[in-house]
């Protein structure tokens, strides 16, 4: 089993940035595609971005592309998304997810995603 614990949310203005940080514990994510995924109120669970286990890939939603990156720290068993100029239509509460099917794609949908944290509040004031 992996727990997933994120941190680094809160309030920000638009504009601003913030790291939102993903440590796993109980199994090493080394060999884990990861994703983080975003829910507003009301809205589905969308991909936000995703790494792959390699670190040779990555996926980014359009809506964040050029200000959103993903990396992973093996050493560290954590996984981050720098977030810039946010916007308040980023404002939502942010899920990390691990997939530990050793597929060979990327995966975009929460179903394919085994292991999920808590989830961390972001907000964005205009």
């Known amino acids: 089993q992996v727990q997933l614990v994120e941190s680094g949310g809160g309030l920000v203005q638009a504009g601003g940035s913030l790291r939102l940080s993903c440590a796993a514990s109980?199994?090493?994510?080394?060999?884990?595609?990861m994703g983080w995924f975003r829910q507003a109120p009301g809205k589905e669970r969308d991909i936000v971005a995703a790494?792959?286990?390699?670190?040779?890939?990555?996926y980014y939603a359009d809506s964040v592309k050029g200000r959103f990156t993903i990396s992973k720290d093996n050493a560290k068993n954590t996984v981050y998304l720098q977030m810039n100029s946010l916007k308040p239509e980023d404002t939502a509460v942010y899920y990390c997810?691990?997939?530990?099917?050793?597929?060979?794609?990327?995966?975009?949908?929460?179903?394919?995603?085994?292991?999920w944290g808590q989830g961390t509040q972001v907000t964005v004031s205009s």
């Open positions: 997810a691990a997939d530990s099917g050793w597929r060979t794609v990327l995966q975009q949908t929460p179903s394919a995603y085994d292991y």
């Open positions: 109980g199994r090493t994510i080394r060999y884990y595609h």
């Open positions: 790494i792959s286990w390699t670190k040779s890939s990555t």
